[in-house]
């Protein structure tokens, strides 16, 4: 397939000019590296003299789900340290007692595990750390497991969780020792962000609390609650960083996440059960199973593809909510970038 950059680059203005998102950058790779890359638009739309740029920092949201979560389970997968389809009970002295006891990995990944459909942390558990901790391990399952596919932010946290339980160390350091510093993920990390790196983050939506927009903190309230770190999101990553995290899938090596725990996650782990989804990834809307290609998406307007079959990724990021929290002008413009990226 022959890249038709035009194209790509007269969606994305489009979307700039039709105020989907103030800016975006993309890029689009394979297992040697990016073919092409570009950026449009401004960080800010009150600020003109500040361009969208390759190296902007954006809040990646729901994308910490693949590389800080999914990742850092393939590593205890792949040492035998997690089996996906063992009872948590059976491990896990936290949920033993618990609906979750008789949960296990593999329905987490797939989002089948039953969990509540809702964070909604505060309102249930209150602000202390561990009191959050205890009340998402401990709490009433939202229907039986393994009966239905339904996507929850929990199923992130739990698993984030049961990371910082089987390696005995907290889930930002996890992510960064065994991902992000062996795969060169060197602008890859948890907010909130220095002081030196806000500068070139990218804005999301108004505070209420203090009539500016979030920069270089978390959207995601979880997130926030938790003090930045957590599976739901969080994590703040460039195109660059992104795209050696999909060029790795691609040509992976023992250094980090190995094939196996790569070729079993993108593949349909759902039976008959819809939607269909792989281990966090799932196939992309408008594409056929015969394609390959998976995706994840940020609700902060962020997203990236892969597909091993046709050797490719690509990495579309935006900060959409600065101005709408409305899905479906950024659902359309993902839906024309992919198409225009793949074959």
């Keep these: 397939m022959t890249l038709d950059i035009p194209r790509i680059e007269q969606l994305l203005q489009d979307g700039v000019r039709d105020r989907v998102y103030p800016g975006a950058v993309w890029a689009v790779g394979n297992a040697s590296g990016t073919t092409a890359s570009g950026a449009v638009g401004l960080l800010d739309p009150t600020r003109p003299d500040e361009p969208m740029r390759l190296d902007t920092v954006f809040d990646i949201a729901s994308l910490t789900k693949i590389v800080a ?110 991902i992000w510093n062996p795969l060169g993920m060197t602008e890859t990390r948890f907010g909130p962000l220095p002081t030196d790196v806000i500068a070139r983050c990218a804005p999301t939506e108004l505070d209420e609390e203090t009539g500016t927009h979030l920069k270089g903190t978390a959207h995601d309230f979880s997130a926030r609650l938790l003090g930045g770190t957590c599976g739901i999101a969080g994590a703040f990553s460039t195109l660059a960083d992104l795209s050696r995290f999909l060029r790795h899938m691609l040509s992976p090596t023992q250094a980090s996440l190995g094939p196996a725990w790569i070729k079993d996650s993108l593949r349909i782990r759902t039976g008959e059960l819809t939607p269909a989804r792989g281990l966090f990834w799932h196939p992309a809307p408008g594409t056929e199973l015969r394609e390959d290609i998976w995706v994840h998406y940020g609700f902060t307007g962020t997203a990236m593809w892969i597909s091993p079959k046709q050797q490719r990724w690509t990495v579309l990021l935006t900060n959409k909510l600065f101005l709408s929290r409305d899905r479906d002008p950024l659902t359309a413009v993902r839906g024309a970038f992919r198409s225009a990226t793949f074959s």
């Design 69 to 178: 979560v999914w990742a850092v389970i393939g590593t205890l997968v792949e040492e035998g340290k997690l089996q996906l389809h063992t009872p948590l009970d059976t491990f896990w002295p936290e949920v033993t007692g618990h609906p979750l006891a008789q949960v296990t990995t593999h329905e987490l990944l797939t989002h089948t595990a039953g969990l509540p459909l809702r964070a909604n942390l505060k309102n249930l558990y209150g602000t202390d750390p561990q009191d959050i901790r205890d009340g998402v391990l401990h709490e009433a399952l939202h229907r039986a497991p393994s009966e239905a596919v339904e996507y929850t932010d929990r199923a992130a946290l739990v698993l984030g969780y049961l990371a910082e339980y089987l390696a005995s160390a907290p889930l930002d350091h996890l992510a960064t020792s065994r």
